[in-house]
């Protein structure tokens, strides 16, 4: 079976700041991992995916993630917050032979001015 | 290229009526999957469609849930009776093909059971 954990339900950080978002997964097979991002009353949006090429993986809006295969983890980092990030953030994991989708429970962002 | 639609945007109903939903996706994506949001919680999934067989139903609580996708492209899922437990936004999205391809997602339905 395939799993993300999303460490942290709520995030709250200063405009201008750093991001961290965790995530963890488990999975048997080589997964692929996606981080989307879905703000209020809006549809979710993919912001950047690793699909087993460069670990290091670029998305929009200023948004990266480093998949760490030791330690199972596809954290999401920003070097700057905008008040436009405000939103939830969502990490999914999809097996490679099954082409799955499963969400971890999400990660709300909070930016102060 | 149009996006994945959904009908209706809305829908408020009785406990123990019924709903159905309707999804249309992207042309020439063969997965099609159907997730359940609660408020607060991470989309949940319901089925996974590859064409018009299903790969995975195992969270689809079969006693009152039922999907299709006839014919590999429009997916209907239907609630029959609802519950007030099944308040929560219906998602379908749709993926052209393995894992190296991101899925597309429809705006949702917003369900509310009274």
């Known amino acids: 079976a395939q799993s993300v954990t999303q460490l942290d339900s709520h995030v709250s950080v200063s405009e201008g700041t750093p991001v961290l978002l965790r995530c963890n997964y488990s999975?048997?097979?080589?997964?692929?991992l996606f981080w989307y991002v879905q703000h209020p009353n809006k549809g979710l949006q993919l912001l950047l995916k690793?699909?087993?090429?460069?670990?290091l993986v670029k998305g929009i809006n200023g948004f990266e993630a480093e998949f760490k295969k030791s330690e199972t983890s596809f954290h999401l980092t920003k070097p700057s917050a905008h008040m436009s990030d405000a939103a939830e953030y969502f990490c999914v994991v999809s097996r490679y032979n099954n082409n799955d989708m499963r969400f971890g429970a999400g990660t709300r962002l909070t930016v102060k001015p | 290229e149009a996006g994945v639609a959904q009908s209706p945007r809305y829908k408020i109903i009785e406990k123990r009526q019924s709903v159905a939903f309707w999804c249309n996706p992207i042309?020439?994506?063969?997965?099609l999957y159907w997730y359940q949001q609660i408020l607060g919680q991470g989309p949940k999934l319901l089925i996974q469609f590859q064409n018009n067989g299903v790969v995975d139903d195992s969270q689809l609580p079969k006693d009152r849930f039922s999907a299709e996708r006839l014919k590999g492209v429009d997916s209907t899922l239907k609630i029959q009776p609802a519950k007030l437990e099944d308040s929560a936004v219906y998602l379908c999205a749709s993926r052209r093909g393995r894992t190296n391809t991101e899925a597309f997602f429809g705006q949702g339905t917003r369900l509310t059971v009274v």
């Open positions: 690793y699909t087993s090429a460069a670990t």
């Open positions: 042309s020439g994506h063969a997965t």
């Open positions: 999975s048997s097979y080589s997964p692929s």
